[in-house]
């Protein structure tokens, strides 16, 4: 199990980014973490995964383990040959180099004779990537190099796959692929942790969920529980009823008070 105790991360030696923030993914199981732009989401990748001295910020409290022993000391690379892979947001592919040279970087932690297996499975889950093996990837699709970036982060055999707004800027239809994609790579038995603005995709292949607002962590339940909740439902599925103002907006907004008190 990959967890994060009571985790308090500040930037700049005076930002305080996230407040005593406990969440568990659990070996071979898809989590989605929720929040709005700032809410702390990607801070919390970078914390698990050795980045957050990149960008000025620390840990000043809590610990992040894997399968119990403490891994909130190690750097990236550490962390990668620990079996914890992240997809940045945004991709960051080298738009450069070629679709199977990004992939082979992807790799810099596995054994030699294990990177023809990892392209393997990678072109596996994504043919489109084995057409267009010798292609510069800065001319891939928004969503062939996401796919790219996913298949890159694979290629270290990660047993833990942390995802950050995979669908950001993504068409419908492109969207509905990375899901059925995501799904995939998690029964082959790559745990996910999934943070993304889209809850609807995140809690649709999710077993359980976190909502993170301002730092803290707000909700904890499982998928099927926050997709029936009606501030999950209005806050970030947009469903909530037409006409209903007044009552259940003030309800909402005391409950939101509440959450970040």
Partial sequence: MLAVENL?????DV???????????????????????????????????????????????????LDGMRIDHLDAPGTVAAGIGQVMEGRRILAELTVEENLRIGAHTAARDAVGAGLERVYGLFPVLAQRRTQVAGYLSGGEQQMLAIGRALMA???????????LGLAPRMV??????????????????????NAAMALSVARHG?????????????????RADDD????????A???????RDIKHYKRRKRWLS
Avoid at 33 to 53: P, W
Avoid at 157 to 167: F, G, N, T, V
Avoid at 232 to 239: D, K, M, S, V
């Fill in 176 to 197: 509905q692929q990375i899901k059925e994609l995501i799904v995939e790579i998690n029964e082959q038995g790559t745990a996910v942790l999934l943070v993304e603005q």
């Fill in 232 to 239: 999950i439902r209005e806050f970030y599925l947009g469903l």
């Fill in 15 to 65: 930002i305080l980014v996230l407040k005593s923030v406990t969440l568990e993914i659990p070996s071979g199981e898809i989590v989605a973490l929720l929040g709005a732009n700032g809410a702390g989401k990607t801070t919390v990748l970078r914390a698990i995964t050795g980045l957050l001295d990149i960008h000025r910020g620390s840990i000043t409290r809590g610990r992040v383990t």
């Fill in 210 to 226: 976190y909502v993170l607002e301002t730092g803290k962590i707000v909700m904890d339940k499982p998928a099927e529980e926050l």
């Fill in 8 to 12: 308090d991360v500040v930037y700049e």
């Fill in 157 to 167: 055999q990660p047993r833990y796959l942390l995802l950050d707004e995979p669908s």
């Fill in 241 to 247: 009823d037409e006409g209903a103002v007044s009552f």
